[in-house]
């Protein structure tokens, strides 16, 4: 029995999700929403829909970072739409019931089920017997006949007795379903297959509609019969099956629907004949929201008032951005809106009490319009490794609360401590940060308003609010302690009293003198007791104000240890950018220092080349000197002789003739750059050998000393 107290892992639809999210979420986050399955067909999803959430919080420009990881949303979700006709609440008429089923025990310890729970357990134990193989269109189908009927038995709440051995033979008619519904569904298949083989399909429409009219009502009938003339194109085996399938099922959930009738009191209302029973009710939180509870009329949910005024205050604070969108430290501007709020709660009420959940989604600042609105900022992400008290003041400051709040960097530390014991990771996460943030402006606002710290304290939900120190309930505390020590000290009085009171009456009679001193004595004892007494009672209020003194000083060294952790702290970082700033530095001397090595060899291997090039330069220095001086004594030879006798030339120049055996292959005269055949008069200079034509050799030496191939002096210069 226990398997169908909780649904299925497989009954969670994709659609559903967006929908679960939807609800959770700030209402004035809710435009960030995409939904990803709009455009998609409905599909079942695992783990809770965690990779849809991902894939929302991917899509949301970081709107939803407030609720943690796709991991945190999931599990709060799971809380938050685990109630009694949640499918109401969140409007889902299509698919299977995700809430399970909740057993509940009465003040004379007998367990009691809600009648709409019951529909969910028939849900689990025709998905746990029937064979459905997993297809959505088995689940949406027992989702609308369940729900259906569940609609038709609108009513008050009512409970009724849970009976297991009830449940066990509703188990055992189920594992029968799928033999009778074959039974019946074999007797409808012939008529379906002659009428699909003659394209008949409104007689097919029309036969599912006879089988089960609330399944198959008249514009899903309709529907089904586009769908079948769409297919109609299609051969006729390949249009059977799903024909067929949906025959099946229909029969099966006429078979379900027969095991229901049977036990007809258990699905339709009665209240009439119902007694009046008190059953103890669970109140359930997620983190960023309450479960809904339903009312006593159809389609009506409620929340406890505290949490009604938790959800309003967050919404305003980090949805609606109340105070960064009106800044002003004048008070009584908030003055008529915190009016109409006030007016939803009852301040002096002690018991806990409902209010509609959605009651004060629609109250947000309307009376602040007429004020000028600032420039919002959102709260910025935390670091990889968490964020300090430090951090939290500066958001504060950085999102323009100080000037709504002048004293609002004072409550940083209270709430750190305590967000900081509460932490679900290693550091401080971005998602802390926001409920750092709301903590603050909530203690702001409670210190401001009176009348909410009254309603919170009676409500018991001043501890909901981090490093928020609550004034009535530190009255009560010191009250309860100053009862408890007066009682201390009655006790010890009268145990005084009667002390001497035996010894009084416990002595034998004596004679009047001696009564008079007994009651002397007596007296004495008194007067010392109570001496005693009194030195006791100073010694307790010495000794408390030791503790209370011992205490400031424990808080007072607290907070010293905090200011020189923060102080250290600071110091670490700024020697950490210190030490940065000196690596930095050090990897640019280091680069400078190679620098200048790369130029010190550089300028070594320039020195060299230098050197080089003035050896070469002296060099060419010595060689021009000698030009130099060799032109100066050309120039004076020139100087002393004009012409050269062509007879000189002839004696001092030998004159040879080419001839075949002699000659190259080809010789050139340099002068007039013909050819020197074989048999021509040529000229040999003596120094480079070179031939000239005789003619020529005469002609060049009456304008020129030098030979025209090597430049060297011409004989007889």
């Known amino acids: 029995m226990a398997q169908f107290l909780k649904c299925p892992d497989h009954v969670l639809v994709s659609n559903i999700v967006y ?51 796709a991991k945190e949303i999931a599990g709060n979700i799971k809380i938050f739409r685990n109630f009694t006709e949640s499918f109401r609440f969140f409007d889902d008429q299509k698919y299977p019931f995700n809430a399970s089923p909740v057993i509940y025990t009465s003040l004379n310890g007998e367990k009691y089920i809600y009648k709409p729970d019951i529909f969910t357990i028939i849900q689990n134990i025709a998905l746990h017997t029937i064979n459905h193989q997993k297809f959505i269109f088995f689940h949406s189908m027992l989702a609308k006949i369940l729900k259906s009927k569940i609609v038709l038995a609108n009513g008050p709440v009512e409970f009724v007795k849970f009976d297991e051995k009830m449940f066990d033979e509703i188990e055992k008619e189920m594992r029968e379903v799928d033999a009778k519904s074959h039974q019946q569904a074999i007797a409808q298949r012939d008529y379906l297959a002659m009428s699909l083989s003659t394209n008949n399909y409104p007689a097919i429409a029309s036969k599912f509609r006879e089988l089960n009219p609330t399944l198959w009502e008249d514009a899903v009938a309709n529907s089904y019969l586009k769908h079948l003339q769409l297919l109609s194109n299609r051969r006729i085996e390949t249009q059977k099956e799903p024909i067929f399938i949906a025959l099946t099922n229909t029969c099966k959930m006429n078979c379900i629907e027969e095991i229901m009738a049977k036990r007809a009191p258990l699905f339709t209302s009665t209240p009439e004949s119902s007694p009046i029973t008190f059953i103890r009710t669970p109140i359930l939180r997620s983190k960023h929201r309450a479960v809904p509870i339903r009312a006593h009329f159809p389609g009506q949910f409620v929340i406890p008032a505290v949490d009604c005024f938790f959800e309003f205050w967050r919404n305003a604070i980090l949805g609606v951005k109340l105070f960064q969108k009106y800044q002003c430290s004048d008070w009584e501007k908030y003055a008529q809106f915190f009016q109409e709020i006030e007016e939803y709660f009852d301040i002096e009420k002690k018991q806990q009490y409902f209010l509609q959940y959605d009651i004060l989604e629609s109250v947000v600042g309307n009376s602040l319009q007429q004020y000028e609105v600032s420039q919002i900022k959102d709260i910025r992400n935390a670091k990889k490794d968490g964020f300090t008290v430090q951090n939290l003041k500066n958001e504060l400051k950085y999102l323009g609360l100080t000037g709504t709040f002048p004293d609002i960097q004072n409550y940083a530390e209270g709430v750190y401590e305590e967000i900081d014991k509460v932490k679900k990771e290693r550091y401080l996460r971005t998602c802390d940060l926001f409920d750092a943030v709301e903590s603050c402006q909530l203690i702001c606002l409670l210190n401001r308003i009176p009348n909410y710290q009254k309603f919170l304290h009676n409500q018991k939900g001043c501890k909901r609010v981090f490093g928020y120190k609550c004034a009535h309930c530190e009255k009560e505390e010191e009250v309860k302690n100053t009862s408890d020590i007066q009682d201390s000290m009655k006790n010890l009085k009268i145990e005084s009293s009667n002390e001497s009171g035996s010894n009084q009456y416990s002595q034998p009679a004596l004679s009047a003198q001696k009564d008079c001193e007994k009651c002397s004595e007596s007296s004495e004892i008194l007067v010392k007791t109570q001496n005693e007494l009194k030195i006791s009672r100073d010694q307790l209020k010495e000794m408390q104000q030791k503790m209370t003194d011992t205490e400031k000083e424990l808080s007072d060294l607290k907070k010293e240890h905090e200011k020189i952790v923060e102080s250290e702290a600071k110091k670490t970082e700024e020697l950490a950018e210190v030490m940065e700033e000196l690596n930095n530095e050090k990897e640019k001397n280091q680069e400078k220092e190679e620098e200048i090595l790369k130029a010190s060899k550089e300028n070594e291997e320039l020195q060299k080349t230098i050197l080089k090039l003035t050896a070469e330069n002296e060099a060419n220095e010595s060689t021009i000197q000698k030009l130099l001086d060799r032109i100066s004594n050309l120039s004076s030879n ?32 340099l002068i007039c750059s013909s050819q020197i055949k074989a048999g021509q008069e040529v000229i040999r200079c003596p120094l480079c050998k070179r031939r000239f034509h005789s003619n020529c050799a005469f002609k060049w030496r009456k304008d020129h000393t030098q030979c025209p191939a090597c430049n060297g002096d011409l004989p007889g210069i």
């Open 638 to 669: 020139n100087q002393k002789t004009n012409r050269i006798d062509e007879k000189t030339i002839e004696e001092s120049t030998q004159t040879t003739s080419v001839t075949s055996k002699n000659a190259p292959l080809v010789i050139d005269c």
């Open 19 to 69: 929908s679960h999210v939807y609800a959770y979420i700030l209402p004035e986050l809710r435009p960030f929403l995409i939904n990803l399955e709009t455009n998609h067909l409905p599909k079942f999803v695992e783990n809770n829909g965690e990779e849809m959430i991902q894939k929302m919080l991917d899509k949301s420009n970081n709107k939803l970072r407030m609720y943690g990881s």
